[in-house]
């Protein structure tokens, strides 16, 4: 069977391909200006894309300079490889997982905003030290119990206390 008898499938084109994408994403070319942004992508950053288009990304967002995403985005034009990473971008108040893919043409990002699992991240964190302290607290409250049975005197029980709790508090 030749290719020319196979029924003919219509073809997407790239943007309506891209636009139904569930990352943002956009495309560089190689003076660092928009040459294409998806529809999720003006919605991460705030942005229209007839605004963007033929900026260099740098102009767009000079708070971009001297980070994480300008340093990976020309590493990856630099050495031809992709680059992988996550950073906090403070402008937008958002962390964001960043996918960028270079060509002889320039660079393709694919980005999301992952700023509720790192906030999720945080609180669990801050929950951990909670628990922890607790458990500490926990501790110190059985070994005083253990300090009342064990002590000769009331004057024994406040030595024997002090003792204890400079060691807990680490002093």
Known sequence: TSMTSQPSVPQDSKETVLGRMTDAVFA?????????????????????????????????????????????YRRAVEEQESVAFEEYFDPLEAWFSVRAYPSDTGLTVYFRDVTEKHDQLAELERERARLAVRERFDRVLTDVSKLGTTASSLADFQTRLNTRLHRVAGM
């Open 28 to 72: 560089l070319d190689d003076q660092w200006r928009f040459t294409h942004l998806n529809d999720r992508a003006e919605e991460v950053l705030g942005a229209d894309a007839a605004e963007l288009l033929g900026e260099a990304v740098w102009d767009a967002f000079p708070e971009a300079r001297n980070t994480k995403f300008y340093r990976e």
